[in-house]
């Protein structure tokens, strides 16, 4: 008897509380109901597409024309340079600009675009044979800072690649490992990453602790790695790590599924979000002695690769700031206050401007950077000194756009937003802001400074 009259009681609550439900439904159905086409939800508001919510501005899934070349820069291309760098422009627009942002939010890779990235004949770069394109360095500088105008996340996959992992095998393997490793990685079959960094040592990584020690056959490769861009699917992974005969640094191949061998994805970054950056654990790994590098003797040899993927990272602001400074510039007409698009404003004006300089300025001095890298001219000082200067002007270009687009200027779906957080991991990263700037003061005044003095303590003991 009790059970019954309590099962009354809940059905007498249930039957009270029906239209209070009914009328929330109706209510959220009563306001979703103005927007056509929207899907009708039980419970509270649906998220709304930007277009619907925000239709006075084309969200960047629509990519916007590229419009800052002002000085008329493409006449200093050639014509595969500029054949190059269109066939990667309308890639990116068509192809991964109407879905990047959302993988961007989820920080997830966008694994269906590795074989569409294959088409476009880009993968290996500069390196000639062997299945690669052989690319001049200012076109597949032009491929890097294109797809940058359009994700940077997608730049630096291509880049850590591209520029590092291949072009270490490239620059400084015996001819038989680029035979096999090679052609795989240039169709995109495999994907390399480049690991030097470590949790205890970033800007000072030639002091990493790392070690290779000989064993029958082959080598046993024990250590850390941190931050390493592409680390949780790579296929083929360059690991640097101390010789601990030579106590030099050397290189290896370590493959992926090597037992001893782990990678975890660095979670909760703020920009770069697409790229799986990983931590790597070298337990006790096995590298046989066919994949040894065979040319990397000591970190000059790791430098030597750096000085060339440097003069692509210098070239990734560029064309992140083209990016921002396109949607602007169509941002700016379509968006109207005080009843005048917001172009009208001598404000804003002015900061299209200051943007349109930055571009053209980065531009020039990342075109006579690679075109010093041809004359065989290049120091690290000069590929330094752009990385460093482009990276902090883009800084500026991106900040702008971030204020010209108002609230939306915090939104993936207009791109600036996203751009401007991805601009900060390539401050940091082949060398942060400081270091390159140290880099070229060297050169310049013949006094190196970025180990500091030794100090009296460590003197007297
Ligand atoms: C998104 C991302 C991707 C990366 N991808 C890779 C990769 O694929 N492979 C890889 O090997 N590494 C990678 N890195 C690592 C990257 O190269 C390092 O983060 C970078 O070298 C800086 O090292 P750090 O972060 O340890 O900073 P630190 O070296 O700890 O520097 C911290 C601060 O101190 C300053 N500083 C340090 N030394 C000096 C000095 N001598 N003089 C003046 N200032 C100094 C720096 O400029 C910086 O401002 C990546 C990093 C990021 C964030």
Known sequence: MEVDKSLQRIARIAQQLQPAQNSFRRDSHEIEGGIEGMPTLGVGLPALEIEKAFPQATPATTFPPAVSDYFQLDDLLSEEELATRNRVRRFMEAEVAPIIAKYWERAEFPFELIPRFATLNIS????????????????????????????????????????????????????????????????????????????????????????????????LIKGQKRWIGNA????????????????????????????????????????????????????????????????????????????????????????????????????????????????????????????????????????????????????????????????????????????????NGILSDFNVAKAFCDLEPIYTYEGTYEVNSLVTAREVTGIASIKPPVSSRTKRS
């Open 232 to 407: 949780t699917f790579a296929d083929i992974l360059v690991i640097f790590a101390r010789n601990m005969q030579t106590n030099q640094i050397n290189g290896f191949i370590v493959r992926k599924g090597a037992k001893g061998l782990k990678a975890t994805k660095i979670e909760n970054k703020i920009g770069l979000r697409c790229v799986q950056n990983g931590d790597i654990l070298l337990d006790n790994v096995f590298v046989a002695d066919e994949d040894r590098i065979a040319n990397i003797n000591s970190f000059q040899d790791t430098n030597k690769v750096l000085a060339v993927s440097r003069v692509m990272v210098a070239w990734q602001p560029i064309g992140i700031a083209m990016g921002v400074y396109d949607v602007c510039h169509r941002y700016l007409k379509e968006r109207k206050q005080f009843g005048a698009p917001l172009t009208a404003f001598q404000l804003n004006q002015e900061k299209l401007v200051r943007m349109l300089g930055h571009i053209q300025s980065m531009w020039l001095m990342g075109w006579r950077l690679c075109k010093l890298y041809d004359a065989g001219k290049m120091t690290p000082g000069h590929a330094s000194l752009t990385k460093a200067h482009n990276t902090k002007v883009a800084r500026e270009v991106c900040a702008l756009g971030r204020e010209l687009l108002g609230g």
């Open 124 to 219: 290996g770069g500069t390196i000639k044979g062997y299945g690669c394109p052989g690319m001049s360095i200012l076109s597949s500088a032009l491929a890097a800072a294109e797809i940058a105008r359009v994700d940077a996340s997608c730049s630096t996959f291509m880049l850590v690649h591209t520029c590092l992992g291949m072009l270490t095998i490239g620059m400084l393997a015996s001819e038989e490992q680029k035979k096999t490793l090679l052609p795989p990685l240039a169709r995109l079959d495999h994907v390399a990453c480049w690991g030097l960094t470590e949790p205890e040592y970033g800007s000072d990584a030639s002091s990493l602790n790392t070690t290779a020690t000989k064993v029958d056959g082959g080598w």
